[in-house]
Nanobody
């Protein structure tokens, strides 16, 4: 069974930084592409970015130049480094992987950007 667990969310001031982690189990981690999504209160869940098995990354425009996704194939972790955080980045952040024709999600970690 694929299992994803996110961590690292916190309350941070505008302009601050956070690093989120997603640890994955139940699959051959190094072979899969992982995505980060987020959902703000009363809004649809939105795509933030992704990292392919080979390390290629992709980001939505609103986080380019501020967020960086990386992976550790030894410890089966995907990271989301978030810099210069803005109030509009406030959301619950989720890790996602597609495996055997199914999408698997973690329970998310809450990020609040506020002074």
């Amino acid at each position: 069974q694929v299992h994803l667990v996110e961590s690292g969310g916190a309350l941070v001031q505008p302009g601050g930084s956070l690093r989120l982690s997603c640890v994955a189990s139940g699959l051959n981690f190094r072979l899969f592409r992982f995505e980060w999504h987020r959902q703000a209160p009363e809004k649809e869940r939105e795509y933030v970015g992704s990292i392919a098995a080979g390390g290629t990354t992709n980001y939505t425009d609103s986080v380019k130049e501020r967020f960086t996704i990386s992976r550790d194939n030894v410890w089966n972790r995907v990271y989301l480094q978030m810099n210069n955080l803005k109030p509009e980045d406030t959301a619950r952040y989720y890790c996602k992987v597609s495996y055997a024709s199914r999408n698997f999600w973690g329970k998310g970690t809450q990020v609040i950007v506020s002074s």
